[in-house]
């Protein structure tokens, strides 16, 4: 129960009177008189509380990120917490609320076992999500797609579909293009013009009429 150097202690919040956190990461129970069943109250000794390892093994680099959590009792019922959340409240903010505003708290270093004050910080579960790419422990979806797939014809990203070009008076199938991007770039044509004609929005287009494929 001795301090460590410069260990600063606060009460848990909803916990006041029980337990409490320190700035360096380490919770403990305080004296308190509990019920008994034989002597009807029995003094409880404060102690340093026993904080479980979450280990959750990263995919791509085998190595585990580490959470530290506590277990607290109030009213005969167990309470589980991450400890980064104990120390966060207690010592920096106490105003947030993770379930409404999507935030999260991580370690600067990535060291789960550190959670002093100095290594904690707020990040948004899209801040979460970038750290993780960033610190090479998952690839970036976009890393691995297959973009021959894509295009842009205008107003944003979508699937391409094939387009075929046929002459307006023969109805012959001139040629066939994988996306009207490519059909535009072949011929000098306005995209949206071969897409307006495709739809029928218009009877033809350059002297073409322009078909969506089914294949």
Known sequence: MEDLPNEVWKDVHDFEGFYMVSNLGRVKSLDRIVAHVRLGSQRVFGRILHQSISRNKNIKTGAPSIDLRVSLARDSKMFYFNTRRLVYLAFI???????????????????????????????????????????????????G???????????????????????????????????????????????????????????????????YSNK
């Open 93 to 143: 903010d106490n105003s947030i609320n993770y379930a409404l505003d999507k935030f999260c708290i991580i370690n600067k270093d990535g060291n789960g076992y550190d959670n002093s004050t100095s290594n904690l910080i707020l990040a948004t579960n899209n801040d979460k999500g970038k750290r993780v790419i960033e610190r090479g422990r998952m690839d970036s979806y976009l890393k």
């Open 145 to 211: 797609a297959d973009r021959t797939t894509w295009t842009k014809p205008y107003g944003g990203m979508c699937c391409r579909k094939a387009i075929i070009q046929s002459d307006c008076i023969s109805g012959k199938i001139i040629a066939t293009y994988e996306s009207i991007a490519a059909a535009a770039k072949a011929n000098g044509f306005d995209e949206k013009e071969i897409i307006r004609n495709a739809k029928r929005k218009r009877e033809n287009y350059k002297g073409f009429i322009w078909s």
